[in-house]
């Protein structure tokens, strides 16, 4: 079974700083996309940042950015200057040409303190 | 804005009864997608339409049922509902390439008493 694990249930960062968000995955497959979506309280889906499983560098977005480690099925989301509006369930997420669905983790509630 | 767009907002309703959840994807999107999330969980994958024809299946229960219609729309059908079934219903929309990414709508929340 392919799946996605988010081992951090809960996490919590002090405003200004910076905070990592685990994730790790399973897939045989070699051409995939991983995704981070953010939902606040207002219970939307967000699209942070995406990563193709090809690319070595990892992708940035302001003040997210990945760290992806393909060999180990890794893909951690790295939140830089934690702001209060960041306080949210964070979602990692794949998508393989093979199982065209995005397969969820079971997320990581972040609050961040001011 | 997403652009999807997903209708009713909330709906309450009680055990044994049937509801429709629409959705409208965003312009251009073949593909839409149904999850349900219940109170703080991930979110679980019920079924993929794509262009009118069912193109993957999740956990969806045989009182559920889904279709495409030929305006791209999508309906969600639930069926002799159970307390258990009371969550939030996202649809999602995407292109049809992998690397896309998918589109939510804001959900909605049924509430079954």
């Known amino acids: 079974a392919q799946t996605v694990t988010q081992s951090q249930p809960e996490m919590s960062v002090q405003e200004a700083e910076t905070v990592t968000l685990s994730c790790t995955y399973d897939?045989?497959?070699?051409?995939?996309?991983l995704f981070w979506y953010k939902q606040p309280p207002s219970r939307q889906m967000i699209l942070v940042i995406r990563q193709e499983a090809y690319k070595q560098q990892n992708a940035t977005e302001n003040r997210f950015s990945v760290n992806f480690q393909k060999a180990a099925k890794s893909f951690s989301l790295k939140i830089s200057d934690s702001q209060l509006g960041d306080a949210a369930m964070y979602f990692c997420?794949?998508?393989?040409?093979?199982?065209?669905?995005?397969?969820f983790g079971a997320g990581t509630r972040l609050t961040v303190k001011p | 804005d997403s652009g999807v767009t997903q209708t009713p907002k909330h709906l309450i309703t009680a055990t044994g009864q049937r509801v429709t959840l629409r959705c409208s994807p965003r312009?251009?999107?073949?593909?839409v997608y149904w999850y349900q999330q219940s109170l703080d969980q991930g979110l679980q994958f019920l079924i993929q339409?794509?262009?009118?024809?069912?193109?993957a299946k999740g956990n969806i229960l045989e009182r559920f049922s889904a279709q495409q219609f030929p305006d791209l729309h999508s309906e969600l059908n639930l069926s002799s509902l159970e307390l258990g079934d009371s969550a939030l219903y996202f649809c999602?929309?995407?292109?049809?390439?992998?690397?896309?990414?998918?589109?939510f709508g804001n959900g909605t929340r049924l509430t079954v008493t």
């Open positions: 997420a794949y998508r393989t040409t093979t199982n065209n669905d995005m397969r």
């Open positions: 339409y794509y262009n009118g024809e069912e193109r």
């Open positions: 312009s251009g999107d073949l593909s």
């Open positions: 999602a929309s995407s292109l049809s390439r992998v690397s896309s990414p998918l589109h």
């Open positions: 897939t045989s497959e070699s051409d995939y996309y």
